[in-house]
């Protein structure tokens, strides 16, 4: 087959570490040659002629002929392998040594070690994968939660790729009816008559809004919602948050003013992940050291994306009202606020009135664990992420695919501008817009600088 890749590249593809066993990856034109010299099969058959797809138990010599392991060989040769290319992995004992020393033998046979995601990248690049399902492999491999594994692996699958491919060879149909009544006019060439083709880009405009609705479940599950937990003094802030974490992350005392800094964790919340930071209590105050927390704490608000704001369930005061103008603020510039209030053990029927802006209210006790799942749920809920096995769609999981399909979203708008004021010019330049930005998204037409970055957050070895 055809490489765009002159060398062939090695890399261990296992974690760094003791282990039962350690994978090392070897792939490019010369692989089963360059393996050929340091690996043989126990069977005496040179590994070369072994068929494709098929695993063998080997002996891996040092080159003075002296055993440096046992393990087992896969071949597996272009185009039927991860790449692409011709491909062998050696599997061996996975002790930290034996398995630099194999990747040693493979390099001083002629293979070059590999870049972060090499492997991945020239799968990609031999049209194994979209660049979406390489994305999605990586969010595999990094995934924090069950559900970020079901929704990757949906994209890992094609089910992305495949959705754009429909709305791009859509435009494709359009625009080349679109060159017909452009480039002649007289002729009749074109089939579609103007309705139909408005007709058929509102399909298009509906498809790509509702692919980028999905972006609000992708991001929550697959990248994570910046959430900040905020309140005056001793509402429970803090208490909320080793709720959420499960372990005792801050401290938590009954004077006011406890939490003085940002403290910021990871934590998985049923399916969505929330990169949340706990934060001073906010109040007027003249201590130098808690009015810079304070100062912090209301940085942070305009940072999140989701607001949890904790009240107490018996106080309501000026210091309140703070925080409920600052979040109301923020929800007026796209931020979710979650209204928290907290201490119903002392007070199980708080006054509400004050909310009134605000749809999304629970009433618990962070002090009582058996309220994790009110909170788990109301969060959830928010990300309408409670039962992704029910989401048959494809999902947009990080900001640049989200980008690429609002760049197309704008062009399929401007082609249907174009088609009700019949400028059928413009419609075409539009239609086109539509597919490039889709090429950009699955890409088919994406600038190197984008793929090099993608691919530079993946793990040597993938
Ligand atoms: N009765 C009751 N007390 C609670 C509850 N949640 C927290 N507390 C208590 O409220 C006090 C303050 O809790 P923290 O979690 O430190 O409050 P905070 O909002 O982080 O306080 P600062 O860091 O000072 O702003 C502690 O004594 C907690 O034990 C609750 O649900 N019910
Ligand atoms: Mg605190």
Redesign the pocket.
Known sequence: MYSMFTSTIAAISTPHGKGGIAVIRVSGDEAIQICEKFVYPVSKKDLSSLPSNCAVPVNIMYENGILLDTGIVSVFRSPKSFTGEDTVEISCHGGIVVTQEVLSRALACGAVMAGPGEFTRRAFSSGKISLSQAEAIGNIIDAKSAGSIILSNRNAQGQLSKYTDKIYNEAKNVLSEVYAETDFPDEGLSSMSKEEMRERVEIIVHELESLISTYETGKAVVEGIPTVIC??????????LNLLCREDR??????????RDVITESVVCGNVTLNIS?T??IRETADEVESEGVRRSLKQMEKSDLLIC?FESVSYDENDEIILRKAKEMQNQGATVLIVI?????NDNPDETHFKDFSNIIK?????DSYYGTISEAINKLYMCEQLSDISSPVLTNARQKANAEKALNSAKGALTALKESSIDVAGTELEGVMTSLGELDGRQVGIEIVDDIFSRFCVGK
């Open positions: 309140g005056k003094p001793n509402t429970g802030k803090s208490t909320l801050a401290i938590v005392t009954d004077i006011a003013g406890t939490t706990d001073a209590g904790v907290n201490k119903i053990d002392l618990i006790s962070t002090k009582n």
